[in-house]
Structures are given as structure tokens and as C-alpha cells.
Nanobody
Framework: QVQLVESGGGLVQPGGSQRLSCAASGSIFSINAMGWYRQAPGKQRELVAAITSGGTTNYADSVKGRFTLSRDNAKNTVYLQMNSLKPEDTAVYSC??????????????WGQGTQVTVSS
């Protein structure tokens, strides 16, 4: 069994910073991609940032230059560093990973989600 555990989130003032972490655990053979999505009230879920096993990153236009996604392969963990936060970044952030397990099964996993609120 594999799972994703998220940490970080909470209330931050506009212009502030926050870091989200997402750790994958279990019988992991490989992680093909990991990333973060977000969903604000009344809006569709959108990709925030993702990183492939080779280290290629992809960002939503709205966060380019402010957010940085990094990956620690040894820990099966990704980190989303969010700087210069804006009220419009307020959303539930969810981690996603494409994982292959030791028994050669593939999973498209989601974390439980963490609330990020940007407000003064």
C-alpha cells in the first residue's frame, strides 16, 4: 500500500511565504511524477506545479516566479515553496503522485488536501 502525507498550510498574510511538503510512503518502485493542485471555492481544480522523475518542472502561469517546486528523491518527497503569496492563492492544495509499486501496479494518488489562506 502506498500513501501521500502532506504537511504545511494555514493562514499567511499577503506577501508572505509558506512551504508545503508531500511525502510518499509504502512499497514504492518508482515515482513518475509528483505535484500540487489547488481548488478555490467555486472554481475547478487546477495544476499549480508538477515535477517529473527526471526533474522537469511545470508551473501554472499564475505562480511562475513566485512558487518553486523541488523534489528529494531519496525521501520520496516534494516541496512547494510559495513566496509573495496573494489572496487569490487561497485554496485547498492537494498533492498528487503517479507511483509504481514493487508489485508493478500503478497508482494515481491524492493527498488529503491542506488549506492555504492568504489574508490580512
Amino acid at each position: 500500500q502506498v500513501q501521500l502525507v502532506e504537511s504545511g498550510g494555514g493562514l499567511v498574510q499577503p506577501g508572505g511565504s509558506q512551504r508545503l511538503s508531500c511525502a510518499a510512503s509504502g512499497s514504492i518502485f518508482s515515482i513518475n511524477a509528483m505535484g500540487w493542485y489547488r481548488q478555490a471555492p467555486g472554481k475547478q481544480r487546477e495544476l499549480v506545479a508538477a515535477i517529473t522523475s527526471g526533474g522537469t518542472t511545470n508551473y501554472a502561469d499564475s505562480v511562475k516566479g513566485r512558487f518553486t517546486l523541488s523534489r528529494d528523491n531519496a525521501k520520496n518527497t516534494v516541496y512547494l515553496q510559495m513566496n509573495s503569496l496573494k489572496p487569490e492563492d487561497t485554496a485547498v492544495y492537494s498533492c498528487n503522485a503517479l507511483i509504481a509499486t514493487m508489485d508493478l501496479r500503478e497508482y494515481d494518488l491524492w493527498g488529503q488536501g491542506t488549506q492555504v489562506t492568504v489574508s490580512s
